[in-house]
């Protein structure tokens, strides 16, 4: 499976926006279904959003509906997270993995090993 590169992270003030890039090395992001998650300190990793492959249908966890938006441009080959309404508790490091489906991927079981390097993304005042 391809090798997943995450970008964009930084400090951001409450109330504020980031947009995260997902970016692969060696492999075509539209062949694959990519699922965003997050991990906080002393937290499980969670799984926030995912976009299908064949429709581009979307999905996203409770916790960031309708302030966080995935999209995909097959052109540049990138999958983006893009970031509204940003609370401290969006702190953590995000990370992107490639995936057959978006099935379970917001499931506590959920188990990927193509998990990016990460993101780190810091909500403070």
């Known amino acids: 499976q391809a090798q997943l590169v995450e970008s964009g992270g930084g400090l951001v003030q409450p109330g504020g926006s980031l947009r995260l890039s997902c970016t692969a090395r060696?492999?075509?992001?539209?062949?694959?279904?990519i699922v965003w998650a997050r991990q906080a300190p002393g937290k499980e990793r969670e799984g926030i959003s995912c976009?299908?492959?064949?429709?581009?249908?979307?999905y996203y966890a409770d916790s960031v509906k309708g302030r966080f938006t995935i999209s995909r441009d097959n052109a540049e080959n990138t999958v983006y997270l893009q970031m509204n309404s940003l609370k401290p508790e969006d702190t953590a490091v995000y990370y992107c993995?490639?995936?057959?489906?978006?099935?379970?991927?917001?499931?506590?079981?959920?188990?990927?090993?193509?998990w990016g390097q990460g993101t780190q993304v810091t909500v403070s005042s």
């Open positions: 976009i299908n492959s064949e429709d581009s249908r979307t």
């Open positions: 060696g492999a075509l992001l539209d062949t694959y279904a």
């Open positions: 993995a490639p995936d057959f489906y978006c099935s379970g991927y917001d499931d506590p079981t959920y188990a990927n090993d193509h």
